[in-house]
């Protein structure tokens, strides 16, 4: 996914669920895979919780909409996506990327 930062585009990891968040609320299913996924991705690259961040937070847009994060909250209620004020400040991404991990990594 384009985040519109280029070092969260080099060093990120994007994950895009399809449909208007703003107005609808993201499906059981679209909720139970991307708390199964994320979960994955955190235990295989040691992600913590607060590493995860939202389009929103990024770049200045709605994405991924109120309903998504309303929704996000009472599948994974330790997420630390929290409902932002839009004009709420982005995050800078960190200073340097975690170390890259290659097939013979532990």
């Known amino acids: 996914a384009h985040a519109g930062e ?7 990891i994007g994950i895009c669920l399809i449909g208007n968040f703003q107005s ?3 499906t059981d299913k679209q909720l139970d895979s991307l708390s199964r996924l994320v979960t994955h ?18 770049k200045a ?13 009472r599948v994974r209620p330790q997420s630390t996506l929290k409902l932002l004020p839009a004009s709420a400040e982005t ?16």
Do not use: K, M
């Open 41 to 58: 991705l955190q235990q295989e690259w040691q992600i913590t919780e607060d590493r995860i961040v939202t389009h929103g937070q990024i």
């Open 6 to 12: 280029s070092r969260y585009n080099e060093q990120g």
């Open 24 to 26: 609808d609320r993201p």
């Open 91 to 106: 995050v800078s991404p960190p200073a340097s990327p975690p170390p890259r991990r290659t097939a013979n990594s532990p």
């Open 61 to 73: 847009t709605a994405c991924p909409g109120q309903q998504f994060l309303l929704a996000l909250q």
